[in-house]
């Protein structure tokens, strides 16, 4: 079964494009990808990072 370049619109025989080489996996074996919990994470550190900032600045 082929899988659909997202980047060159054309379908890939494989798991990745042999033109652009992007991973053309289908999205169901891997519900949140990893980047996107990074991301998370690292929104959720920057806003306690603000707060805290926020907190200090106050407390002075
Ligand atoms: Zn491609």
Same mark, same amino acid.
């Given at each position: 079964?082929?899988?659909? !370049? $997202?980047? %060159?619109?054309?379908? +890939?025989?494989?798991?990745? !494009? $042999?033109? %652009?080489?992007?991973? +053309?996996?289908?999205?169901?074996? $891997?519900?949140?990808p990893?980047?996107?919990?990074?991301?998370?994470?690292?929104?959720?550190l920057?806003?306690?990072?603000?707060?805290?900032?926020?907190?200090?600045?106050?407390?002075?």
């Amino acid at each position: 079964m082929a899988q659909w !370049c $997202e980047h %060159c619109d054309r379908p +890939v025989e494989g798991d990745v !494009c $042999e033109v %652009c080489g992007a991973d +053309v996996t289908p999205e169901a074996r $891997e519900p949140i990808p990893w980047r996107w919990r990074f991301f998370i994470v690292a929104t959720v550190l920057y806003l306690i990072w603000r707060i805290y900032q926020l907190v200090s600045w106050l407390s002075h």
